[in-house]
């Protein structure tokens, strides 16, 4: 008999996120080995004392990561992007029902920083990523067809990006004066 698979939304959900992704996932790796616990006294006086909280910095820089290993340079597409993948989504921190950073407030905090402390501190941390063996130290051009694969954790390879990093944070720059050109002037009342 012919099954048919009718989709019904649950109420209540038992749902652990770091069951689903697999050990083996990338992002779950890398979440693993990369400690940015640095970057809160690093980043402190770059915020205010008052007012609502920030996105914060490890969270911030992670975003930043995914997009220039994802190659997504548009703050819009990155939170929409991440919103749609458990292992990133488990990689930031946030659980499936958590809500990301709305994309406006990714560009407001990278505008929160000084243009050379954010490039050196964007560097450090895929300096991280390529002394921890994750990520791959020069760029090269691989095919990206989806093939399920049986392959050993010893042969695990590098996530390599498609772009270097200073043409990746170039058209950041673009895309984010773009974004503040195109922004509405909001009139108080």
């Known amino acids: 008999m012919q099954g048919k698979k009718e989709y ?5 959900a038992q749902f652990q996120l770091s069951e689903r992704i697999p050990k083996a996932n990338f992002y779950r790796r890398l979440k693993g080995v990369l400690d940015l616990d640095f970057l809160y006294p690093l980043t402190k006086h770059y915020y205010g004392s008052s007012g609502q909280k920030s996105i914060d910095p490890v969270v911030f820089f992670k975003l930043c990561l995914v997009g220039y290993l994802e190659n997504i340079i548009s703050d819009r597409q990155l939170i929409e992007h991440s919103s749609m993948r458990l292992d990133i989504l488990y990689f930031l921190g946030y659980d499936i029902d958590d809500e990301l950073p709305w994309h406006s407030r990714i560009s407001r905090t990278r505008g929160l920083y000084p243009e050379s402390v954010f490039e050196d501190v964007f ?12 990520v791959s130290g020069h760029t090269q051009a691989i095919d990206s067809a989806p093939v399920k694969a049986n392959a050993s954790m010893d042969t695990l390879e590098l996530k390599v990006p498609k772009e270097d990093l200073e043409m990746h944070l170039h058209r950041i720059r673009h895309i984010s004066t773009m974004d503040k050109e195109r922004a509405p002037i909001r009139q108080s009342k």
């Open 8 to 12: 019904q939304e649950k109420l209540f």
């Open 123 to 134: 560097t450090k941390v895929l300096s991280m990523c390529v002394e921890k063996g994750m």
